[in-house]
C-alpha cells in the first residue's frame, strides 16, 4: 500500500499510518489484543493528533478496524471510509454464517504459525499477493518484503489476530456508517473471499460504491494499489467538498 500513501501525500493530503499493536515498530502488549483493543488505539492516534474530517482507508483486518472504530465512535470525526479487501461482516462459519469460513482453516493458521512461524510466513505471502495463480507477476522481493514485516510482529499478538479477523462480528458496526464509503473488492482474493466479505458489507452500508476487480489477488499487486490510487482521491474531494486547498491538509488514516 505504500504506493497510494505517496501519491495520496502527493496530491496534497496528509496520510497518517500506524502499525497496529503487537505488529510493526508497535509495543507487543500482551493484552488488547482484540478488535476493540484495536479500534480504541486508533481513537487514541486520532485524538492525540486531533485529527478531523478523516477519511479511514483499513485493508484486511485494518478495514475491520475502521469498521469498529465507527461502530464504537461514530463519524464525528469521519469524512469517508474506504474498504479494501476487508474481513466484515464476519469470515468464520457458524449456524448463522454457514457460508463462512471453517474453523479448522483457522486452527491451521494458529496451528503453523506457531510450529514455524518464518515458514509460514513464506508460504501465506504466495496465497496473500496470489503469486500462485496463473499469469501472476508478484516479485520475489516483494513477497521477501511481507515475511520480513510479518516477523517484526509479536507471536502472541499474531496469534490472537487470527481469532480477532475470523470471529470478530461487524454487523452493527457496518449499520452505523453514515459517511460516503467505497468498498473495492478482489475477485482472486485467497484470504477473504468477496462473497461473504466486501459484497455483504456493501448492503449493510448506505449508499456504498462497491469497486470489484477480477485481476485482484488479496494484497494485488500492482493492479488494486493502482485503481485505489485512482478511485480514492475522488471519494476524497468529494467528503472533503467544503476544504479549500489553502486550508489544513485533508487527513487520510490507513489501517493495514
Avoid at 16 to 35: I, K, L, P, Y
Avoid at 47 to 68: A, I
Avoid at 109 to 138: C, E, H
Avoid at 242 to 256: I, K, N, Q, S
Amino acid at each position: 500500500m505504500g504506493r497510494p500513501t505517496a501519491v495520496l501525500a502527493q496530491n496534497g493530503f496528509r496520510v497518517v499510518a500506524h502499525d497496529r499493536r503487537g505488529h510493526g515498530r508497535s509495543s507487543q502488549a500482551w493484552s488488547g489484543n482484540e478488535m476493540n483493543g484495536y479500534a480504541d488505539d486508533l481513537a487514541a492516534v486520532i485524538e492525540e493528533l486531533d485529527l478531523k474530517d478523516v477519511t479511514h482507508v483499513g485493508h484486511s483486518t485494518g478495514g475491520g478496524e475502521v469498521t469498529r472504530y465507527i461502530g464504537r465512535y461514530g463519524t464525528k470525526r469521519v469524512a469517508a471510509a474506504v474498504l479494501i479487501g476487508a474481513v466484515p461482516p464476519i469470515l468464520v462459519r457458524s449456524a448463522a454464517n454457514p457460508e463462512g469460513i471453517p474453523i479448522e482453516v483457522f486452527d491451521g493458521l494458529r496451528s503453523g504459525l506457531t510450529k514455524d512461524r518464518s515458514q509460514f510466513w513464506k508460504d501465506f505471502a504466495i496465497m496473500f499477493y496470489g503469486a500462485n495463480r496463473p499469469g501472476a507477476k508478484v516479485s520475489q522481493g516483494m513477497l521477501d518484503q511481507f515475511w520480513l514485516w510479518s516477523m517484526q510482529g509479536g507471536l502472541k499478538n499474531l496469534y490472537d489476530s487470527i481469532k480477532v479477523f475470523s470471529k470478530t462480528d461487524f454487523h452493527e458496526d457496518l449499520k452505523k456508517f453514515d459517511v460516503p464509503t467505497l468498498i473495492m473488492l478482489g475477485e482472486g482474493d485467497q484470504i477473504v473471499p468477496i462473497d461473504i466479505s466486501g459484497k455483504r458489507s456493501a448492503k449493510l452500508i448506505k449508499g456504498a460504491k462497491e469497486i470489484s476487480s477480477q485481476a485482484c489477488r488479496m494484497a494485488s499487486p500492482p493492479r488494486m494499489r493502482i485503481k485505489s490510487t485512482r478511485l480514492i482521491p475522488p471519494l476524497l474531494d468529494t467528503s472533503h467538498a467544503t476544504h479549500t486547498h489553502l486550508g489544513p491538509p485533508r487527513t487520510v488514516e490507513a489501517c493495514y
